[in-house]
Every structure is written in structure tokens, then in C-alpha cells.
């Protein structure tokens, strides 16, 4: 006897859905995803928005490339990794694992959700960089900015859920913060590469995050490699820690239901 099962995309609307809600009802993460870059871009652009470099590129445009590339990367690992293990420590996999909603369907619904969170980040942050920094550039210029931001993101989502599956929620925001943010600096969202010791120069091309600031730096022609070696990196990365995070979600189901 066949038994019916509910078609997939509803029930992936219906589950990312509930996941947005969740999640805007939560103040701190929705206003700190959308808070942390303008503070950032206020005290490192805003200063130096109208000032070009020798080429004639604006320094606030290039700031803004950095810090979009941490907007993203903040939700992928903090807001997307902490809220794994949050619903981890809520028992909300187990009540899941009594529901026919199939846990891919549920992951799924919690990737799309981190990359709508990480799209309206980029979008407050551009206004921001445009109206309050009188930043102008051409319009093709943000939407590349932003598509090569969001399609780079897929290792930092395998980095936030490896962390999410590996880390309770009490830990899980020290575990971020030690992981991501001296990857952050080192890949020079916040201070160029150039300016760092030597030692953490040769280190940073190893770094996801530093092929993902590459692919940010790439409309306003400020990478230091080619587009296809960062995407390249990129995949490579995406690969390592998806089969990281499959590896830790696997220990971690096996441990609660074998």
C-alpha cells in the first residue's frame, strides 16, 4: 500500500516561512543581522566615503563591498550556525523527527531563509552607503556586487551549519566568534590584507572567507585574484565543510535516535 506524501515545495514554502517568522520575532537576531554592518560602515566608511583611489575607484564603494561580504557572512555563520544550535538545544529536531516533515525539506528551509535574511542585509546596507554616504555608482555594479555575494555563500552556510551540528547553544556563539571573526579580519574585511603581519598574510589565502571578500572586490576591479580562482576556492570550500556539516549531522542524529 503506497502511503500519500505532501509534494515538496509547499511544504518547503509553509517551513521557510515559519522560519522567517520565527526569527523576525526575535529582535536580536533579526535587528542585529540588519544593525552590525551600518555600524561598521559609519565608523570605517563613512569617514572615508568620498575619497578615491589612484585609479579613480571610490574608497566608500570598496568599503561597502567589505562589509557586505561581512553582512552575508555574519548571517551564514552567526545568525544561521547559533539558530541550528539553538533549535538543536530547543529539542525542535526531535519534535520534527514525529512530524512527516522530512529533516532535508526543514535544513533547506533554514539555508533559504539565512540567504533572504542575508539579501534584505545587503539591501539596507547599500541604501545606507547610497543615501547617508552619498556613494553613487551604476546600477549593474550593486546587482553584481550582490549576486557574486549570495552565490559565494554557500561554504559559509556548510561553516555555519558544521557549527551548528557541533556546538550546543550555549557554546555555539563563543565557537563562532573564535572560528569566523579572526577569519574575518585576516581576509581583510576590515583592514586591507596588505596592512596585516606577514605571517597572517600568507595564511589568509587559505581562508574561505578571503576568496569570499575576492569575489565582493571583483565589480570594482579591487581583487587580488581572478574571478574563476575565487569561485574555484569557493566550491572547493563549499565542498569541504557541507561534508563537514553532513558529517556532524549524521554523528548527531545517530547519537539522538540510534
Known amino acids: 500500500m503506497s502511503v500519500a506524501v ?3 515545495l509547499p511544504m518547503l514554502f509553509a517551513q521557510t516561512r515559519a522560519q522567517l517568522l520565527n526569527y523576525v520575532r526575535i529582535p536580536a537576531f533579526s535587528l542585529t543581522s540588519l544593525a552590525l554592518p551600518l555600524v561598521f560602515y559609519t565608523f570605517f566608511g563613512l569617514p572615508n566615503a568620498g575619497k578615491h583611489f589612484p585609479d579613480g575607484t571610490s574608497v566608500g564603494l570598496y568599503l561597502m563591498c567589505s562589509f557586505g561580504a561581512y553582512a552575508v557572512s555574519s548571517v551564514m555563520v552567526f545568525s544561521f ?6 533549535a538543536r538545544g530547543l529539542k525542535l529536531d526531535l519534535l520534527q523527527r514525529a512530524t512527516p516533515l522530512p ?5 533547506l528551509a533554514n539555508v533559504i531563509m539565512a540567504v533572504i535574511f542575508a539579501l534584505v542585509a545587503l539591501v539596507v546596507l547599500i ?3 547610497v543615501v547617508v554616504g552619498g556613494v553613487h555608482f551604476p546600477v549593474e555594479i550593486g546587482l553584481e556586487i550582490v549576486g557574486l555575494l549570495l552565490i559565494g555563500a554557500l561554504p559559509l552556510i556548510g561553516m555555519g551549519m558544521a557549527i551548528g551540528y557541533t556546538s550546543g547553544p550555549n557554546a555555539a556563539p563563543a565557537v563562532a566568534n573564535l572560528i569566523y571573526l579572526p577569519m574575518a579580519f585576516a581576509s581583510g574585511m576590515f583592514v586591507p ?4 603581519p606577514d605571517f597572517i598574510q600568507k595564511v589568509a589565502k587559505y581562508l574561505p572567507t578571503y576568496h569570499y ?5 571583483t565589480p570594482v576591479h579591487h581583487a587580488d585574484e581572478p574571478l574563476r580562482w575565487a569561485l574555484l576556492w569557493s566550491a572547493v570550500w563549499a565542498v569541504i565543510l557541507f561534508a563537514a556539516a553532513i ?4 554523528r548527531d542524529a545517530l547519537r539522538k535516535f540510534s
Open 6 to 8: 505532501a509534494p515538496v
Open 81 to 86: 550556525g547559533i539558530g541550528v544550535a539553538n
Open 103 to 107: 529533516a532535508p525539506v526543514a535544513i
Open 127 to 129: 541604501f545606507y552607503v
Open 193 to 196: 590584507v596588505g596592512d596585516l
Open 213 to 217: 571578500a575576492q569575489l565582493a572586490y
Open 247 to 250: 558529517r556532524a549531522y549524521r
